[in-house]
């Protein structure tokens, strides 16, 4: 099952990913402000997955990716998938399991695992 994982940037915005169930990123938001607009978003994504609409790119690179555009406004942007089936396996996992998908927390604190010197004291 997809997570949404929502994080804090260095610059100090928020924003949240969708990964897969292998945990590799499908898809990043634009930057949030407040980490509550995040959370909105997310629910906003969850309940609107037929509206969404996937717009497919190719890089100068020969990368593909796709951007989600959800009531005329482009909310994420996706990774870079070397083929095109691999970027319809990204959008068909979106489609599946998005509107199920939990999300986890990563924003408050940098450190989510504790230093080894505290675990093994």
Sequence with gaps: MATFVISKKPSG????EL??????????????????ECEEEIELLKKSI??????RFRSP???FYFKIILN????????????????????NEILKYGAKAEYLDFSKSLDVFPPAEDVFG
């Design 19 to 36: 990964t897969s169930r292998r945990g590799k990123t499908i898809f990043i938001s634009n930057a949030f402000e407040l980490r509550f």
């Design 50 to 55: 037929e509206q969404m609409f996937f717009m």
């Design 72 to 91: 005329d406004k482009e909310v994420a942007v996706s990774r870079k998938y070397s083929t095109q089936l691999m970027l319809e396996k990204g959008i």
């Design 61 to 63: 690179a020969g990368k």
């Design 13 to 16: 915005h928020y924003k949240y």
